[in-house]
């Protein structure tokens, strides 16, 4: 639990052996736990080219302190000759077995052309219980396009998501049996804020079985 929050960069749990253990009872053992924290502040640049968009360079922060509480903050912004965007999440505590998150995203461009503003607003909750891995979240975008020689329109959806994933195999990181199930599903509709109806459904299912020793067939 402590190496899944983001505030630590290390953590281990020792227990020392009781100097005088009785035969039967409870036994009383010291319990020692090293951790290493991540710095409270990170400050990244990035530059490079697209053949899409061109020059590009970008500034991205992150925070573990956010308005004296232990938030988690990223924020960036990315400049492009044809695209530039700025975003800020937010990242609650964890809790019990859920992690909760909301943020916002700012992005324009030009090319070929079309000129279009995006706004986005987002809430997510990640949540694991057992072997199944939950996502769901609340997307509000509004995307104003202005092609040339055409009249401009504006898009605007509510979106809602979810997502399970069902993982039962003998080793998560490096598989030999078992099997990993995935459904995703969202949509919007014109009573809550989206200019269309729509729906979206996704899903994948995994299996592995062992051939030999170290040889897996998926």
């Not at 090293?34 to 500034?59: C, D, I, K, M, W």
């Not at 975008?141 to 509510?158: G, K, V």
């Amino acid at each position: 639990e402590l190496q899944c929050t983001p505030y630590f960069a290390s953590a281990s749990v020792e227990i020392a052996e009781p100097e005088n253990p009785p035969e039967r009872g409870v036994v009383q053992a010291p319990v020692t736990v090293h951790v290493q924290e991540n710095p409270p502040h990170r400050l990244s640049f990035g530059a490079g080219a697209s053949t899409n968009t061109g020059a590009q360079g970008e500034v991205i922060y992150q925070g573990l302190i956010f308005l004296n509480e232990p938030l988690q903050l990223g924020a960036g912004l990315r400049l492009e000759q044809l695209r530039q965007s700025a975003f800020a999440d937010v990242h609650l505590p964890p809790k019990d077995d859920r992690r909760d998150s909301f943020g916002t995203l700012i992005e324009g461009e030009d090319i070929a052309g079309l000129r279009r503003h995006r706004v986005a607003l987002a809430a997510v909750r990640n949540q694991v219980r057992g072997s199944v891995e939950a996502r769901y979240a609340v997307n509000l975008q509004r995307e104003i396009n202005e092609p040339d020689n055409a009249p401009s329109s504006t898009n605007t959806s509510l979106t809602l998501d979810g997502g399970w994933t069902v993982r039962r195999v003998d080793d998560p990181l490096n598989p030999h049996r078992g099997f990993v199930a995935q459904l995703q599903a969202g949509g919007g509709s014109k009573a809550l804020l989206s200019d269309q109806n729509f729906f979206r459904l996704y899903t994948r299912y995994q299996h592995y079985f062992p051939l030999a020793e170290h040889d897996v067939l998926t």
